[in-house]
Structure formats: C-alpha cells, structure tokens
C-alpha cells in the first residue's frame, strides 16, 4: 500500500469533514477547528503540545500553542461542532435505530488547577475522584457492527452554569430529538429510570427501553407495588443463549424471559415490563412503550437491544484510550467543553464518516491494514481504524496549510 497517497487522501477528507463543521464560523475559528481536528486524529491525543507538534509550525511551538489556547475559549464553539456533527450522524437513524444515552467520567485524580473540578466516581476503579461528568448519545443497529457518536457534552455539578443532572440529560435528549425527530428507540441504563425523563419522552411520543431499578413503583393488576416485586409473579415462559463477556471473554449464558402490561403511578401509560432472568441474582427489569406482541420473537428483540447497549460501554473506552481522554491538560472550563465536543468530530470522522460512502469506506479498510502493520490486531474495529490513521498522518502526513494570500508568488525567471 502507498502510505503517502493515502495519508493524502486523508488529509483532504479531514479537511472537507472539518470544513463541513466549520460552516457558518469566522476564517479564524474554521481555520482552528480544522488544525485541532487533524492534530488530535494525527497524534491521537487531547494534548495541545501534541497537536501542535502535529502543525509542525515554523514559529517557536508556544506561540500556536498560546494561539490554540485562546482559540479553545471561543463562547459557544463546542455547540456549534456538536450541531454539526448531529446533523450529519441524524442522516443515519432509522425508526428502530438505538439511540444509546450514556453517562460517564473524566477522571483527575491528581488534578487540582482545572476549572471547576467536581466529585465523580471514577468508572474504571470504582472510587470517587475528582474530575467531569459528560453525556454521551450514540446511535447503533440492533446487532450491527456500526455506532454513530451523535452528542456528547461534558458538564461539572461545580460549575456556576450547571442546573442539574435532569436537565443535562434533557438537553440531549431535546438536541438529537430535534435532529432525528420520532426515529430510534432511546436505550438507558438505571438512573434514566426517572421522572423528569420518562414525562417529557412520553410527552413528545419517543419511544424508549429504560432498565428499572427493582424499588421503582409500577401499577400492576391495578395496585402500585415495586418493580421486582411485580417481576417476579411475571411468567418468563421463554428462554435463549446469549453470549456475555466476563472476566475479559465470552461466555455463553441462558436466561429466560416474558413481560407483563404495567403502568407509572402518576401516568395512564400503557407499559410493558420486560423481566428477564439470567444475567444476575436479580431479574433484568426493562421498561418499555413499544409495540410487542408479547411473542418470543418480539420479546428477545427488545433484551437484544438492551444487550446492544451493554456493548456500545466498549464505545467510551475507545474515546478514553485511543485519544487519551483522561490525560487533558487544559483547565479553563469553556476550553474543556469546546475540547471535548472537538473530540466528539474526531471520533464521527473515525467511527461513522470513513465509512459512510464506499470511497471513504477504502480509506478506513487502509487503516485497518496500517493498524495491522504496526501495532497487530485490534479486538475492537475502531481501535485499529484510530491508531490506522493516526500512524498514517505521524509517518507520512504533514498539515495542510492554507496559502498566505499575502505572499508574493514566485518570479517566473530567476538567475541562477
């Protein structure tokens, strides 16, 4: 394969996606959202020393590093990125398209200078730590191999801007919502299992898949009682293997599982409980409003795309390693947030717009083969399409830089 074609192919389709994004931004900004993108694709990683590395500038590398500082603060950049990349990624959904809504961390255990630091708990260890919380929406086909980041967005409790967690996941909710409108079916874990989420989903008629916590009250037979307690008089005539992984592979386990018409206290919604046994000492309680038939066939297509959700965590852990996610040095909080809707562009081009048209798509299977050739197999695709094309950049890609207009143009005879 010739590495500097394609490196140069990948240059150019960086800059058409960058450019794409920049639309509607002054020269400046689109000028800096488009260095920022191929810098951290490039260097795979958040570090502005490390895109600036990338820029290969011919000026002392603390003056595009001071430049790229003040261009991180821009007021409402990150919304304008994130728009972008909604509207491109809200082409891809389709009425039963997950739309996987997903809570996580930025860990900085060690961080004590950063803006508005907050208590999380840090996923990876279990404990509390300092750091952010970001909200992430990504969409994803029923046992399908392609994820599309659709929103993602890092916020602080500590933060004078910051209302509350409700509304952070609302705000997601209403932008992909706005983009997408009635298509897809919202998947969330325990902790959407709330109020202030499922009025406004019913409200606006968005179909979901919630997973109950076992004390939420549903009325069943026409008495208000506890989730599990009405799971476990629920019937589960039904049973299938499954492969989950545990301890790093997969096993293959057996549960059963049927479902029962509910309702929420408070509302004259007709529900389905969906309990399935198996996975754990407790049943998995799911809270749907789509349409089955209670039939197995429809039954296991809703447990499916819960277990569809289980597989997109591997999503955010590829964002966190492939681009160093938790290494990010900026403190300025604005800068935070600009950053972390920039990384989102980058993980789009990477994970959805490579391989969105058969051409790029050619671009994305080289870089699964640089992967290859460097580094070896990846367990998963995007890992290697990352590290693919970063190699590519760092060994034959240098930036594409616009031409100074005001540079005089060569004499066309010259002596010699």
Same mark, same amino acid.
């Given at each position: 394969?010739?590495?500097?074609?394609?490196?140069?192919?990948? $240059?150019? *389709?960086?800059?058409?996606?960058? &450019?794409?994004?920049? %639309?509607?931004?002054?020269?400046?900004?689109? $000028?800096?959202?488009? /260095?920022?993108?191929?810098?951290?694709?490039?260097?795979?990683?958040?570090?502005?020393?490390?895109?600036?590395?990338?820029?290969?500038?011919?000026?002392?590398?603390?003056?595009?590093?001071?430049?790229?500082?003040?261009?991180?603060?821009?007021? %409402?950049? +990150? *919304?304008?990125?994130?728009?972008?990349?909604?509207?491109?990624?809200?082409?891809?959904? &389709?009425?039963?398209?997950?739309?996987?809504?997903?809570?996580?961390?930025?860990?900085?255990?060690?961080?004590?200078?950063?803006?508005?630091?907050?208590?999380?708990?840090?996923?990876?260890? +279990?404990?509390?730590?300092?750091?952010?919380?970001?909200?992430?929406? @990504?969409?994803?086909?029923?046992?399908?191999? #392609?994820?599309?980041?659709?929103?993602?967005?890092?916020?602080?409790?500590?933060?004078?801007?910051?209302?509350?967690?409700?509304?952070?996941?609302?705000?997601?909710?209403?932008?992909?919502?706005?983009? @997408?409108?009635?298509?897809?079916?919202?998947?969330?874990?325990?902790?959407?299992?709330?109020?202030?989420?499922?009025?406004?989903?019913?409200?606006?008629?968005? #179909?979901?898949?919630? #997973?109950?916590?076992?004390?939420?009250?549903?009325?069943?037979?026409? *008495?208000?009682?506890?989730?599990?307690?009405?799971?476990?008089?629920?019937?589960?005539?039904?049973? /299938?293997?499954?492969?989950? =992984?545990?301890?790093?592979?997969? $096993?293959?386990?057996?549960? =059963?599982?049927?479902?029962?018409?509910?309702?929420?206290?408070?509302?004259?919604? %007709?529900?389905?409980?969906?309990? @399935?046994?198996g996975f754990g000492k407790e049943p998995l309680l799911l809270l749907t409003n789509t349409d089955?038939?209670?039939? #197995?066939?429809?039954?296991?297509?809703?447990? $499916?795309?819960?277990?569809?959700?289980?597989?997109?965590?591997?999503?955010?852990?590829?964002? *966190?390693?492939?681009?160093?996610?938790?290494?990010?040095? !900026?403190?300025?909080?604005?800068?935070?947030?600009?950053?972390?809707?920039?990384?989102?562009?980058? !993980?789009?081009?990477?994970?959805?717009?490579? &391989?969105?048209?058969?051409?790029?798509?050619?671009?994305?299977?080289?870089?699964?083969?640089?992967?290859?050739?460097?580094?070896?197999?990846?367990?998963?695709?995007?890992?290697?399409?990352? %590290?693919?094309?970063? /190699?590519?950049?760092?060994?034959?890609?240098l930036y594409a830089k616009e031409p100074n207009a005001r540079q005089q143009t060569a004499p066309?005879?010259?002596?010699?």
């Amino acid at each position: 394969m010739n590495y500097s074609k394609t490196a140069g192919k990948i $240059r150019n *389709k960086l800059a058409e996606f960058s &450019g794409n994004l920049s %639309d509607g931004l002054s020269k400046p900004a689109s $000028r800096f959202v488009g /260095e920022m993108i191929y810098g951290i694709t490039s260097r795979q990683s958040v570090l502005l020393s490390e895109v600036v590395r990338s820029l290969d500038e011919p000026i002392p590398e603390i003056k595009t590093e001071n430049r790229l500082s003040v261009g991180l603060q821009r007021n %409402d950049l +990150g *919304k304008h990125i994130m728009e972008g990349v909604l509207r491109a990624g809200a082409a891809s959904v &389709g009425d039963d398209t997950l739309l996987i809504l997903d809570i996580s961390d930025i860990a900085k255990k060690h961080a004590r200078a950063m803006e508005h630091l907050a208590v999380v708990r840090d996923g990876s260890e +279990g404990k509390l730590a300092n750091g952010y919380w970001t909200v992430n929406v @990504v969409s994803a086909e029923l046992a399908g191999k #392609r994820i599309t980041p659709l929103y993602g967005a890092l916020y602080s409790q500590e933060s004078p801007a910051f209302i509350s967690e409700n509304h952070e996941l609302m705000t997601a909710v209403a932008m992909v919502a706005q983009a @997408v409108g009635r298509r897809g079916i919202w998947v969330m874990d325990r902790g959407g299992d709330r109020p202030s989420l499922f009025n406004p989903l019913l409200d606006d008629g968005l #179909r979901f898949l919630i #997973r109950l916590r076992g004390d939420r009250q549903l009325v069943c037979g026409g *008495k208000a009682r506890p989730a599990l307690s009405a799971a476990q008089s629920c019937p589960t005539p039904y049973a /299938e293997t499954t492969l989950r =992984e545990r301890d790093g592979k997969p $096993r293959a386990v057996r549960v =059963e599982f049927g479902a029962r018409r509910v309702r929420l206290p408070w509302r004259d919604d %007709d529900l389905w409980l969906v309990v @399935v046994k198996g996975f754990g000492k407790e049943p998995l309680l799911l809270l749907t409003n789509t349409d089955i038939t209670k039939s #197995r066939k429809s039954l296991w297509r809703v447990v $499916r795309q819960y277990i569809t959700r289980w597989e997109i965590e591997e999503t955010i852990r590829y964002v *966190k390693q492939s681009y160093g996610l938790e290494n990010v040095r !900026v403190r300025k909080y604005e800068a935070l947030k600009n950053l972390f809707a920039i990384l989102q562009a980058v !993980v789009y081009f990477a994970t959805a717009w490579l &391989g969105q048209y058969a051409r790029h798509g050619i671009l994305a299977h080289h870089a699964i083969t640089a992967a290859k050739r460097f580094f070896g197999a990846a367990e998963f695709v995007y890992y290697a399409i990352a %590290d693919g094309v970063g /190699e590519i950049l760092r060994r034959h890609g240098l930036y594409a830089k616009e031409p100074n207009a005001r540079q005089q143009t060569a004499p066309q005879l010259a002596l010699l």
